[in-house]
Every structure is written in C-alpha cells, then in structure tokens.
C-alpha cells in the first residue's frame, strides 16, 4: 500500500506522522512545492520510527510527482491556511489554482487513487477536484465533517463528563463556520440521546461552540489547527486502507441525496477500500432539512466563483 500527502506543512506533516504511527501503509511520499521542507519532515519522521517502531518508508519530494507514482490513496493538503479574523471562504482563489494543479499532477502518476482533500474551502475544493478531474464520484472524499464531527463530541464530552469517544454525533453540511450543521437530535452517549441529559441552553451551547470550533483555535493560535485535521485525515486513510466500512461525515458528490445535486457536501458515508462506498441518507426534520439547504446555497455561490 502507497500513500501520498501533498502539502508538507502543519496538517500535511501531521497526517503523515499519524499514518506513518499507524503503519498504515509500506511507503509514505510527502510533497511539497517548498524546496526541502518535504525532505527534512520525511527525514524528521523517519527518525521516529526506531523509537515509536514503526516501518513505514517516508519519503519526501519537493514536487517531484514521479516519486508518488501508483499511489492508492492522496490526501491533499496543500495551500493557504486561514488567519484569525478570515473566512475559509477568502482563501478560494489561491487554493483553487493549488488544488487543481496537484490534482492533475496526481493522477499523471497514480490514475487509480482515491483522493482525500483537505484544502479549503474544503467543499469547493473537493467540488473543483471531481470536475476538474473527471474522476469516478466515489473516489473524491472532502474531509470536513469529519474533523468538524470530533470537534461536537470533544464539546459534548466537556458537557457531559465523559469520553468523546463513547459518543455518537454527526455534523452534515458545509464546512465553514455558518454553513456546518451539528445534529445534536441524533448524537448519542452509549446509545442514550444526550438530549436526554443536556439543558436546552446547553445544547444551544455545545453547537455554538462546536461550528465557530475552528475560528477558536485560530484565535488562539494565530492560523488554523492542524492535530485534529491531520489525524481526521489519517483516520479516513485508514478506513480506506484497512477496508473498515466505518461512518465518517465526509464532503461528497449528491445525486439527489439529502435534497440536493451537482454539489459536493457533508454527509453520512461508509468509508472503505472503494473511497465513500455508501451515503447514508438519515430523515432530517424541517428546520434540519432548511440548514442543510441553506448550507447548499452557501455552498454553490462559493463554486460560482470558480465558473468567473
Ligand atoms: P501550511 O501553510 O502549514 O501548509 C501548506 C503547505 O502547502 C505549505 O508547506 C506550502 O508550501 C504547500 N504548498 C503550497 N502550494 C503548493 C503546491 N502547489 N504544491 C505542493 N505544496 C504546496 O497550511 P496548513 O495549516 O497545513 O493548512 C493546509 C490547508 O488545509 C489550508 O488550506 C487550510 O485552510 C486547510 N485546512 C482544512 C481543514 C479541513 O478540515 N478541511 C482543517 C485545517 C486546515
């Protein structure tokens, strides 16, 4: 098994140090258009592996696409991050030229892969990666619910006391900070509603926090996170690797899943040795169902921009 993570920066190297941990594949490229940054992190990470025990070989390239040559999965990370006080929508017109140079770059070298894109905006850019490419649906994944879901149960297991990972809890929809749609009517703690323990203000809370999670730790940071990101992505990689067939929320291609076509958003997917084999289509009550539209709206005036 080959994996490649192109963007050797914060969440690029980070996703790499999870899957290298998790000897989640025999060779792992990390590439960079920087010139040795991808070199000294592979280096870097390489020189783990005696003390953590792994044997992943990693290698690094600055954009040396040869070298990533039949890769099965890609997780694409290159890009600007965003700074406190921007939108993830600002960084469209940069990232849209990065994001769709690698891809085709990619594809020249690994015409089979499944591709994960992790470069914001993260629906628009996986929107652009599926036309621009050309590719089968299934083999286009945007990871954004995914992290945005563990950062819900990092808030519900604040309010409740216990471990996030006993907790069940989707956000669907956008990824961005008003278009991401926690749904805390279906998130459950060992099969209980948490509604059943939560106050209404508490529940207002804990989704609140939950979609401005983001601009939090940008705030507080002074750019964009990147340990949960990376391992967000390193968990699809492995679900995709190791055939798990788990449920993430994952950016995909709708069919008129959901209510929605010709977009790419978040939704329940199983994730296994195919990309998104599955959409899990949940029956969303009104007000859930007018979010999810409006969060589709948002979206597609975002993919506008790259039709001007
Ligand atoms: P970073 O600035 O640390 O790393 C980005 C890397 O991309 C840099 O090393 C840069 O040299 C490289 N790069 C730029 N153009 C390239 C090209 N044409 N080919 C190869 N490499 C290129 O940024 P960070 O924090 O790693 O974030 C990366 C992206 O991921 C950003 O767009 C950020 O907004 C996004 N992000 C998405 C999340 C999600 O949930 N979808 C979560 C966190 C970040």
């Not at 099965?72 to 290159?78: G, L």
């Amino acid at each position: 098994m080959k994996v490649t993570v192109v963007g050797a920066g914060a969440v690029g190297a980070t996703c790499a140090d999870n899957i290298a941990r998790a000897a989640l594949c025999q060779e792992l490229v990390l590439l960079d258009i920087k010139e040795g940054l991808a070199e000294g992190k592979a280096q870097d990470m390489m020189q783990t592996a005696a003390l953590l025990g792994f044997d992943t070989r990693i290698v690094g390239s600055t954009n040396d696409y040869a070298k990533t040559a039949g890769s099965d999965v890609v997780v694409i990370t290159s890009g600007l991050p965003r700074k406190p006080g921007m939108t993830r929508e600002e960084l469209i017109g940069t990232n849209a030229g990065i994001v769709k140079g690698v891809a085709e770059n990619i594809l020249k070298h690994s015409p089979d892969a499944i591709i994960i894109v992790i470069s914001n905006p993260m629906d628009t850019m996986t929107y652009l990666t599926l036309t621009a490419t050309g590719l089968p649906k299934n083999r286009i994944i945007g990871m954004g619910g995914t992290l945005d879901s563990a950062r819900f149960k990092y808030q519900l297991s604040q309010h409740l006391g216990c471990s996030a990972g006993d907790l069940n809890a989707l956000v669907i929809g956008g990824h961005g900070d008003t278009t991401m749609i926690p749904l805390i009517r279906f998130a459950t703690w060992n099969s209980v509603p948490v509604t059943e323990y939560l106050s209404a203000d508490q529940q207002k809370q804990i989704v609140a926090d939950t979609m401005v999670g983001g601009a939090t730790l940008t705030k507080l940071i002074g750019t964009s996170a990147w340990y949960a990101p990376g391992a967000a992505g390193a968990a699809l990689v492995k679900s995709i690797v190791r055939d798990e067939k788990k449920l993430f929320t994952c950016c995909v291609s709708l069919d008129g899943e959901y209510g929605q076509k010709d977009i790419c958003l978040g939704v329940p997917v199983v994730i296994g040795k195919n990309g998104w084999e599955k959409i899990i289509d949940f029956s969303l009550n009104d007000e859930e169902q007018t979010l999810f539209n409006k969060s589709a709206d948002a979206v597609r005036s975002m993919n506008d921009v790259l039709k001007t």
